[in-house]
């Protein structure tokens, strides 16, 4: 068996306060066999190579039994091996006041209902005033460092559940994210169908446009649509995602004549909701700390409520 290298695990004697003491959050592993280094234990377990470059950039983010390590450094069988949950670089967008409705939080996750009208992430014309915005702006104090890993991002006009992994391991570690969408649609549909299209960013000049267009050479996308009930002239669905693409539920239903009600980019703006009629309304994801399946669900906002 190799022998750990001692220059690799101890703190210099002039190094009085150790980084990692300044550290907020680790995450400890007990490990069931040798390794040549800490960088394939982290390989095999899934982190991402973005997030072991990050490690390295800082002494202390690694520790084995509570002393300093690298990547490169043996990891026995039966050591601790801790890591800093948060190694990313803190996000820096604007930080802004806005009212936050709380669905569920933990140490892990927070989980939010977003209103209609307000950006997830700050774009062109919702800079200053968005979603991003406010959750670093209501998390900075308990978390200075805190890096923005939002789940489910959700159109600017979609209301609905968004949700956040507070560090870098939970977000790693989270599975079976399932969303549920309330939609109202125009026209009549009768029958459950699954919508199969390919979904193209159009481009102008290298620049993304917000339209999206079906092209077979785009990334491939499928919509699972189950009708509700039909009330006068539109018809009220719950749709669930194989994929989630940008603009995946409204341009799909637009390409089969039945473009969301309120939908001014892919249908006609509508004189009674000012906004496309799509709601995020539940989300479940297995919670990998507490061992269980999560559930939650939003009611519809008062606007989409009154068309149905």
């Not at 968005?130 to 460092?145: R, S, V």
């Not at 193209?200 to 999206?212: A, E, I, Y």
């Amino acid at each position: 068996m190799r022998e750990t290298k001692s220059d690799n695990l101890k703190t210099k004697p002039e190094e009085k306060t150790p980084l990692f003491e300044k550290v907020k959050s680790f995450s400890s592993y007990k490990i069931t066999k040798d390794y040549d280094s800490v960088y394939y234990y982290l390989k095999d377990n899934g982190f991402s190579e973005n997030f072991i470059t990050n490690l390295r950039k800082v002494k202390g983010y690694i520790l084995i039994d509570n002393q300093i390590a690298t990547t490169k450094s043996f990891l026995p069988k039966n050591a601790t091996l801790s890591i800093c949950n948060n190694p990313n670089q803190k996000t820096t967008i604007m930080h802004c006041i806005l009212p936050l409705d709380i669905v569920y939080e933990d140490a892990y996750y927070l989980l939010v209902n977003k209103p209609s009208g307000i950006s997830t992430m700050p774009n062109r014309s919702h800079y200053s005033e968005n979603l991003g915005g406010a959750i670093c702006h209501y998390l900075q104090n308990n978390q200075p460092d805190f890096t923005l890993r939002i789940l489910n991002r959700l159109d600017k006009d979609t209301s609905g559940l968004v949700l956040v992994a507070k560090n870098s391991i939970a977000q790693k570690d989270i599975k079976n994210i399932e969303k549920t969408y309330l939609a109202l649609c125009e026209g009549v549909i009768d029958e459950p169908c699954t919508i199969s299209k390919p979904i193209l960013t159009v481009r102008d000049n290298g620049v993304n446009q917000q339209k999206r267009v079906v092209s077979e050479q785009g990334q491939a996308a499928t919509t699972f649509v189950l009708p509700i009930k039909t009330i006068e002239n539109t018809t009220l669905l719950s749709i669930t995602l194989k994929q989630g693409r940008t603009h995946q539920i409204r341009l799909h239903l637009s390409s089969i004549g039945h473009p969301l009600v309120g939908d001014a980019l892919y249908g006609k703006a509508s004189d009674r909701i000012n906004h496309t009629a799509l709601c995020c309304n539940k989300l479940s994801f297995y919670h990998p700390y507490l061992k269980k399946k999560l559930s939650f669900s939003a009611p519809l906002p008062q606007d989409f409520l009154s068309l149905i």
